[in-house]
């Protein structure tokens, strides 16, 4: 099947493109387009910077989205690091203290009423939070640079020696998930505390997702490069 070609605006920053073309990353790393540090930057910034033109990228993307059609377990090692980097790391910058502030006014709301269940949910988030931040800046300070370096086998052991974290972070989930009736707000809820909810789902799912592209398709790539 053709894939269509991609339209403007497909996405205003480097990292909203990524987000919803992985693929890009294959292109975006052709041109030397810093998508990580600058991943916020406009696509039009990052096209000016790089010499290229943005539908001329645009095409690349369309074409590679042809070739690979978006399976990450295509990338080579270091377009996946950045992809994931892109894709799962960079949004929750934002997301995470959003999700901190939102929890804290939903408690400021309906403590009075539900505050053993909303202080409960809220500690858990915590935990989530406090394991998740380091553990992806271990990623972005030892893991993903040992695998640009080419040392992929150091890197999968380093992922092997950390994935108790992953299991740790399901194990968390498990329990919000079970705290908040599979994040089903209770009928007098207000819809700050659905949209947590909410947030929270996406949050849980995005992790598994994340998860498993390192745990499987990361340590999978780079399993086949030491192959070859
Ligand atoms: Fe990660
Ligand atoms: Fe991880």
């Not at 690091?81 to 408690?107: Q, S």
């Not at 949050?203 to 592209?213: A, D, F, P, Q, V």
Request: with cysteine.
């Amino acid at each position: 099947m053709q894939a269509q070609p991609l339209q403007q605006p497909i996405a205003a920053t480097v990292a909203e493109l990524l987000r919803l073309h992985p693929v890009a990353a294959v292109v975006l790393e052709r041109h030397k387009i810093d998508f990580l540090c600058r991943g916020k930057q406009t696509l039009a910034m990052a096209c000016a910077a790089a010499g290229v033109t943005l539908p001329a990228l645009l095409a690349e993307i369309t074409e590679a989205s042809q070739t690979v059609q978006l399976d990450w377990s295509t990338l080579p090692p270091s377009a996946l690091c950045d992809a994931i980097e892109a894709r799962f790391h960079l949004p929750l910058v934002d997301e995470l203290p959003r999700l901190g502030a939102l929890a804290e006014r939903v408690l400021l709301v309906h403590g009075a009423t539900d505050g053993e269940l909303l202080h409960a949910v809220a500690h858990t988030l915590d935990q989530i939070v406090g394991d998740l931040v380091p553990h992806m800046a271990s990623e972005e300070d030892e893991v993903f640079p040992l695998i640009r370096e080419g040392q992929g086998r150091e890197a999968v052991a380093v992922i092997r020696a950390t994935q108790r974290e992953h299991d740790t972070l399901a194990s968390l989930f498990s329990l919000l998930r079970r705290q908040t009736n599979d994040y089903t707000p209770p009928p007098h809820a207000g819809a700050q505390w659905r949209a947590l909810y909410a947030a929270m789902a996406d949050l849980e799912s995005e992790t598994h997702e994340h998860i498993r592209m390192e745990d499987d398709v990361l340590t999978t790539v780079l399993s086949a490069v030491e192959r070859a």
